[in-house]
Protein backbone atom coordinates (compact mmCIF):
# COMPACT_ATOMS: atom_id res chain seq x y z
CA UNK A 1 0.00 0.00 0.00
CA UNK A 2 2.55 2.52 0.85
CA UNK A 3 4.27 2.00 -2.42
CA UNK A 4 0.94 2.92 -4.36
CA UNK A 5 0.68 5.58 -2.13
CA UNK A 6 3.91 7.23 -3.20
CA UNK A 7 3.71 6.58 -6.82
CA UNK A 8 0.13 8.75 -6.36
CA UNK A 9 1.39 11.55 -4.84
CA UNK A 10 4.96 11.22 -7.54
CA UNK A 11 1.94 11.40 -10.30
CA UNK A 12 0.18 14.22 -8.64
CA UNK A 13 3.59 16.20 -8.46
CA UNK A 14 4.05 15.40 -12.10
CA UNK A 15 0.75 16.27 -13.30
CA UNK A 16 1.57 19.84 -11.57
CA UNK A 17 4.55 20.55 -13.43
CA UNK A 18 3.07 18.92 -17.06
CA UNK A 19 2.99 21.25 -19.96
CA UNK A 20 -0.12 19.24 -21.59
CA UNK A 21 -1.91 15.96 -19.91
CA UNK A 22 -4.30 13.97 -22.39
CA UNK A 23 -6.08 10.85 -21.37
CA UNK A 24 -6.64 7.93 -23.76
CA UNK A 25 -7.43 4.34 -24.11
CA UNK A 26 -6.00 1.23 -25.12
CA UNK A 27 -6.23 -2.21 -26.31
CA UNK A 28 -4.40 -5.07 -28.06
CA UNK A 29 -2.97 -8.67 -28.05
CA UNK A 30 -0.49 -10.21 -25.96
CA UNK A 31 1.77 -13.36 -26.99
CA UNK A 32 2.86 -14.65 -23.38
CA UNK A 33 4.72 -17.63 -21.87
CA UNK A 34 5.75 -18.41 -18.73
CA UNK A 35 9.98 -18.60 -18.50
CA UNK A 36 11.75 -21.74 -17.03
CA UNK A 37 14.90 -20.56 -15.34
CA UNK A 38 17.05 -23.65 -15.85
CA UNK A 39 17.23 -25.77 -19.64
CA UNK A 40 15.53 -28.99 -18.87
CA UNK A 41 14.69 -31.54 -21.50
CA UNK A 42 11.70 -33.06 -19.48
CA UNK A 43 10.07 -29.36 -19.00
CA UNK A 44 8.86 -26.97 -21.89
CA UNK A 45 7.14 -23.34 -21.84
CA UNK A 46 4.74 -22.64 -24.60
CA UNK A 47 3.65 -18.71 -25.72
CA UNK A 48 -0.25 -18.26 -26.22
CA UNK A 49 -2.31 -15.64 -27.38
CA UNK A 50 -4.04 -13.33 -24.75
CA UNK A 51 -5.38 -9.77 -25.35
CA UNK A 52 -5.35 -6.31 -22.98
CA UNK A 53 -7.62 -3.35 -22.29
CA UNK A 54 -7.35 -0.44 -20.24
CA UNK A 55 -6.57 3.35 -19.94
CA UNK A 56 -3.19 5.91 -19.74
CA UNK A 57 -2.48 9.57 -18.86
CA UNK A 58 0.38 11.59 -20.76
CA UNK A 59 2.02 14.01 -19.13
CA UNK A 60 3.58 16.07 -21.36
CA UNK A 61 6.69 17.71 -19.59
CA UNK A 62 8.57 18.63 -22.53
CA UNK A 63 7.92 18.54 -26.38
CA UNK A 64 9.86 15.57 -26.62
CA UNK A 65 9.71 14.08 -23.24
CA UNK A 66 6.67 12.44 -21.56
CA UNK A 67 5.42 10.23 -18.74
CA UNK A 68 2.79 7.97 -19.24
CA UNK A 69 1.11 5.98 -16.30
CA UNK A 70 -1.32 3.10 -17.52
CA UNK A 71 -3.84 1.02 -15.94
CA UNK A 72 -4.94 -1.89 -17.56
CA UNK A 73 -6.76 -5.41 -17.05
CA UNK A 74 -4.41 -8.30 -19.16
CA UNK A 75 -5.34 -12.19 -19.82
CA UNK A 76 -1.98 -13.60 -19.72
CA UNK A 77 -2.02 -17.34 -21.07
CA UNK A 78 0.85 -19.55 -20.85
CA UNK A 79 0.92 -23.40 -21.15
CA UNK A 80 3.70 -25.80 -19.05
CA UNK A 81 4.47 -29.20 -20.06
CA UNK A 82 5.95 -31.45 -17.87
CA UNK A 83 7.35 -34.60 -20.26
CA UNK A 84 6.09 -37.42 -18.01
CA UNK A 85 6.42 -39.87 -21.26
CA UNK A 86 9.78 -39.45 -21.46
CA UNK A 87 10.65 -40.45 -18.00
CA UNK A 88 12.40 -44.24 -17.44
CA UNK A 89 13.50 -46.44 -14.86
CA UNK A 90 17.24 -46.99 -14.45
CA UNK A 91 18.17 -49.19 -17.26
CA UNK A 92 15.19 -48.92 -18.69
CA UNK A 93 14.19 -48.29 -22.73
CA UNK A 94 12.11 -45.75 -24.28
CA UNK A 95 9.79 -48.17 -24.75
CA UNK A 96 9.14 -49.19 -21.01
CA UNK A 97 8.18 -45.22 -20.10
CA UNK A 98 7.45 -44.60 -16.12
CA UNK A 99 4.29 -42.56 -17.56
CA UNK A 100 2.31 -43.25 -20.89
CA UNK A 101 1.23 -39.41 -21.02
CA UNK A 102 3.03 -35.67 -21.03
CA UNK A 103 0.90 -32.97 -18.66
CA UNK A 104 0.19 -29.64 -19.77
CA UNK A 105 -0.39 -27.03 -17.18
CA UNK A 106 -2.49 -24.34 -18.72
CA UNK A 107 -2.38 -20.59 -17.45
CA UNK A 108 -4.58 -18.56 -17.60
CA UNK A 109 -3.81 -15.40 -15.94
CA UNK A 110 -5.98 -12.56 -15.11
CA UNK A 111 -4.29 -9.35 -14.10
CA UNK A 112 -4.12 -6.05 -13.27
CA UNK A 113 -0.81 -3.92 -14.69
CA UNK A 114 0.13 -0.70 -13.93
CA UNK A 115 3.32 0.05 -15.62
CA UNK A 116 4.40 3.91 -15.12
CA UNK A 117 6.36 4.63 -18.52
CA UNK A 118 9.19 7.74 -19.58
CA UNK A 119 8.34 8.34 -23.33
CA UNK A 120 10.78 9.80 -26.09
CA UNK A 121 9.64 11.43 -28.76
CA UNK A 122 12.37 10.56 -31.95
CA UNK A 123 10.30 13.08 -33.68
CA UNK A 124 6.23 14.79 -33.79
CA UNK A 125 5.21 10.99 -34.18
CA UNK A 126 7.55 8.33 -33.56
CA UNK A 127 8.47 7.72 -29.60
CA UNK A 128 9.94 4.79 -27.56
CA UNK A 129 9.66 4.27 -23.74
CA UNK A 130 11.11 1.83 -21.17
CA UNK A 131 9.73 1.76 -17.39
CA UNK A 132 8.69 -0.43 -14.48
CA UNK A 133 5.56 -2.67 -13.96
CA UNK A 134 3.51 -3.92 -11.64
CA UNK A 135 1.38 -6.41 -11.27
CA UNK A 136 -1.36 -8.11 -9.16
CA UNK A 137 -3.18 -11.50 -10.17
CA UNK A 138 -6.67 -11.48 -9.81
CA UNK A 139 -7.67 -14.92 -10.95
CA UNK A 140 -7.50 -18.04 -8.43
CA UNK A 141 -3.71 -18.08 -7.31
CA UNK A 142 -4.09 -21.01 -5.70
CA UNK A 143 -5.69 -22.94 -8.51
CA UNK A 144 -2.11 -21.89 -10.20
CA UNK A 145 0.48 -22.06 -7.83
CA UNK A 146 1.50 -18.71 -8.84
CA UNK A 147 2.06 -15.78 -6.55
CA UNK A 148 -0.03 -12.89 -6.88
CA UNK A 149 2.47 -10.02 -6.88
CA UNK A 150 4.68 -9.59 -9.89
CA UNK A 151 7.30 -6.72 -11.16
CA UNK A 152 9.07 -6.44 -14.27
CA UNK A 153 10.44 -4.10 -16.98
CA UNK A 154 8.39 -3.11 -19.99
CA UNK A 155 9.93 -1.70 -23.11
CA UNK A 156 8.87 -0.77 -26.56
CA UNK A 157 8.45 1.46 -29.33
CA UNK A 158 5.21 3.77 -30.78
CA UNK A 159 3.82 6.12 -33.10
CA UNK A 160 1.06 8.95 -32.55
CA UNK A 161 -0.80 9.95 -35.46
CA UNK A 162 -2.54 13.77 -35.42
CA UNK A 163 -5.71 12.54 -35.07
CA UNK A 164 -5.05 10.50 -31.38
CA UNK A 165 -4.56 7.29 -33.02
CA UNK A 166 -1.90 5.60 -31.16
CA UNK A 167 0.00 2.41 -31.99
CA UNK A 168 3.17 0.21 -30.19
CA UNK A 169 4.48 -2.36 -29.72
CA UNK A 170 6.45 -3.95 -26.48
CA UNK A 171 8.30 -6.26 -24.54
CA UNK A 172 7.74 -6.82 -20.90
CA UNK A 173 10.26 -8.77 -18.94
CA UNK A 174 9.05 -10.51 -15.94
CA UNK A 175 11.58 -9.99 -12.75
CA UNK A 176 10.13 -11.72 -9.90
CA UNK A 177 9.55 -15.38 -9.58
CA UNK A 178 6.56 -16.26 -9.34
CA UNK A 179 6.77 -19.70 -8.63
CA UNK A 180 4.38 -20.59 -5.19
CA UNK A 181 4.00 -24.42 -5.75
CA UNK A 182 4.96 -26.59 -2.44
CA UNK A 183 8.53 -27.06 -1.40
CA UNK A 184 10.45 -28.64 -2.82
CA UNK A 185 9.42 -27.58 -6.06
CA UNK A 186 9.56 -23.75 -5.27
CA UNK A 187 13.31 -23.87 -4.28
CA UNK A 188 14.34 -25.72 -7.42
CA UNK A 189 11.83 -24.15 -10.31
CA UNK A 190 11.82 -20.53 -10.94
CA UNK A 191 9.28 -18.80 -13.06
CA UNK A 192 8.95 -15.17 -14.58
CA UNK A 193 6.78 -13.89 -16.91
CA UNK A 194 7.83 -12.47 -20.51
CA UNK A 195 5.08 -10.61 -22.63
CA UNK A 196 4.72 -9.09 -26.42
CA UNK A 197 2.38 -6.98 -26.95
CA UNK A 198 0.87 -5.11 -29.54
CA UNK A 199 -1.54 -2.01 -29.02
CA UNK A 200 -3.93 0.15 -30.53
CA UNK A 201 -5.09 3.22 -28.58
CA UNK A 202 -6.48 6.49 -28.83
CA UNK A 203 -5.49 10.03 -26.90
CA UNK A 204 -8.24 12.64 -26.32
Known amino acids: MKR ?42 EMKTGFHIGGLVEFKLTNRFALEPQLFYSRQNSILEIKLADLTFPGSTPNDPIFVE ?40 DKYGIKEFDYGLIGGLGYQFDSGLLLSANYYLGMNDINNFIEPIQNQLKLKQRVIQFSVGYLF
Open 4 to 45: FIVIAVLLFTVSLSAQEVRFGVKGGVNFSKININQSNDLLNS
Open 102 to 141: NINNEYNLDLINLPILAKFYINEGFNIFAGPQFSYLVSEK
